[in-house]
């Protein structure tokens, strides 16, 4: 019973490179999310999807890019990092959408990927 | 302005006592509010949730609601070191995935 996991835990890497941080949900939940977390600003949805092939912004997609090509995997790419996005992501599922009650609609949150842009 | 306000602490407090942890918000269509619990260099996992106004109780932990006030509450009776975390506060609106998060506060439980 894993859950959600994300990988790598730990990824530091240069300006410009890409990278891409997985997420994968063994619950077969609808909607997955990509947060990132920075000190003063809390959590900040980047991107979610509420199915396989749909995925929509949040509110700081810029820089990044999602596909959702199996429900269980969500991956996340930054396709030319930069210092600004050095932060601590985490992925979350929840069940269904808004509104259906605690059990349905509560995010989920995997352990999050520590990244670290020089 | 942010729509959600949360005191980023740290809150300190000797074993025993009972914790208030509080949020404000701009925004009035927000009807379901959640807690969640960080420790440190974990994910988030949801302590409570509530729909709209009132109190929910679930062991130590108590959630409060004031949708007139537009101010929501966690109490945490009797606090114990291993309580000792991050608590962020998110609210979402009906039909909306959105989730808007506190900044968290920081509490240390003192053993």
């Known amino acids: 019973d894993a859950g959600i996991t994300q990988s790598p835990r730990y990824k530091i890497t240069e300006t410009g490179r890409q990278v891409t941080l997985m997420c994968h949900q063994t619950?077969?939940?609808?909607?997955m999310f990509w947060y990132r977390q920075d000190l003063g600003h809390g959590l900040r949805l980047i991107y979610y999807?509420?199915?396989?092939?749909?995925?929509d912004k949040g509110e700081v997609p810029d820089g990044y890019v999602v596909s959702r090509s199996k429900t269980e995997n969500f991956p996340l790419t930054l396709e030319s990092a930069t210092r600004s996005q050095t932060s601590v992501y985490f992925c979350?599922?929840?069940?269904?959408?808004?509104?259906?009650?605690?059990?349905?609609?509560?995010?989920?949150f995997g352990p999050g990927t520590r990244l670290t842009v020089l | 302005q942010k729509e959600v306000e949360q005191d980023p602490g740290p809150l300190s407090v000797p074993e025993g006592a009972i914790v208030s942890l509080n949020c404000t918000y701009s925004?009035?269509?927000?009807?379901?509010f959640m807690w969640y619990r960080q420790y440190s260099r974990k994910g988030p996992e949801l302590l409570m949730y509530?729909?709209?106004?009132g109190n929910k109780e679930d062991g130590r932990f108590t959630a409060q609601v004031d949708k007139s006030s537009k101010y929501i509450s966690l109490f945490i009776r009797d606090s114990q070191p291993s309580d000792s975390a991050t608590y962020l506060c998110?609210?979402?609106?009906?039909?909306?995935?959105?989730?808007?998060f506190g900044t968290g506060t920081r509490l240390k439980v003192l053993a």
């Open positions: 999807s509420a199915a396989a092939d749909i995925t």
């Open positions: 509530t729909y709209s106004s």
């Open positions: 619950w077969s939940h609808s909607y």
């Open positions: 979350a599922s929840s069940e269904s959408g808004p509104g259906l009650g605690a059990s349905a609609d509560t995010q989920y």
């Open positions: 925004n009035s269509a927000f009807q379901y």
């Open positions: 998110a609210m979402s609106a009906y039909g909306t995935y959105k989730y808007i």
